[in-house]
Nanobody, 127 residues
């Protein structure tokens, strides 16, 4: 059974930083496709960043490029998201996701289909 557990959310002021982590069990992050998504109240869920862990290829949404950084720790089977210079518009529930079979590099990207999802962690940025 695949489980993705997010942690690290919280409340910060504009310009602050947070680091989210996604611990996977029943699923190896090695050579796979994983991502972070977010959903704000009244809005659709959107892809923030996706990583193909086999090569370290990363795909960022324009809204976070240069401020957010995704990383992988294979030994801990964990993917993390470092978020700097946070803005009020970053306020949302953040979800970790993984593809069912993410071993094909060319199928990994912001618009890929993800089968496994975590429960989410709330990020709130105040002005």
């Amino acid at each position: 059974q695949v489980q993705l557990v997010e942690s690290g959310g919280g409340s910060v002021q504009t310009g602050g930083s947070l680091r989210l982590s996604c611990a996977a069990s029943g699923y190896s992050i090695s050579s796979n496709c994983m991502g972070w998504f977010r959903q704000a109240p009244g809005k659709e869920r959107e892809a923030v960043v996706v990583i193909y862990t086999g090569k370290g290829d990363t795909y960022y949404d324009d809204s976070v490029r240069g401020r957010f950084t995704i990383s992988q720790e294979n030994a801990k089977n964990t993917v993390s998201l470092q978020m700097n210079n946070l803005k009020p518009e970053d306020t949302a529930m953040y979800y970790c996701a993984a593809r069912r079979d993410g071993s094909i590099r060319s199928f990994c990207g912001l618009h890929a289909a993800f089968a496994y999802w975590g429960q989410g962690t709330q990020v709130t940025v105040s002005s």
